[in-house]
């Protein structure tokens, strides 16, 4: 359980910053390539498509893989499945096609639902106001769930608007980075609370017996 959370937290926290760093590598190897396009999807038509492609599939897998209780399996599996759906069908290309822009459309709508199911991790899964010891880390999740929505919704008004469109690093970009970023920095930090929990678990016991007095 702890290392399904790390591998959703660590693919947030680098695909954003692997993207245009290895379409930079690239570059020096002498492909011809974007290197930092308009939005975090745009990938797909640089030479980073694999690493972009395959984070989301990997994403995919580790979400549908995670089991915790009944609520967190139907956030996880929905937002695992929205993840293969955002790699296996791209954003639409400039000068895009009927189909490619129908395509394209699902893409949005796939990414909407996988950034808006990994917001209600952090507001409603990993965060419990009931535990008042949890006071500060619920606060942490209720901030983190909250930019994650937040800066979804700046992507959208970027990306309809074309704000900023001809930026060397897009508005769209930034507030897609962001969300991702969030939702990494959260699962990270609940991979190390439940590793804590597991260690308080494994000590107590051994606590408790070293205490009890020895027979005879």
Known sequence: MQRLRLGVGIIGILLPVALPLGNWIFVQLGHRTEILPASM??????????????????????????????????????AGVFAIGVALFPTAPRGATEFQSTIGALHLIFA???????AMFCLWSFRDPAISAKRTVNRSYLITGVLILLFL???????????????????????????VWAFGAAWIGAAVEIGALQRTRTVLPRRASSAQPAAG
């Open 41 to 78: 999807s745009g990938a797909y038509y640089t030479s980073t498509r694999n690493i972009f492609v395959g984070s989301l599939c990997a994403l995919g897998v580790f979400l549908i893989g995670y089991r915790y209780n009944r609520r967190d399996d139907f956030w996880s599996t929905l």
């Open 112 to 118: 909407g639902v996988l950034l808006s199911a990994l």
């Open 153 to 179: 919704a700046l992507s959208v008004v970027a990306g309809v608007t074309r704000w900023g469109e001809d930026w060397t690093i897009t508005p769209l970009y930034i507030c897609e980075s962001l969300s």
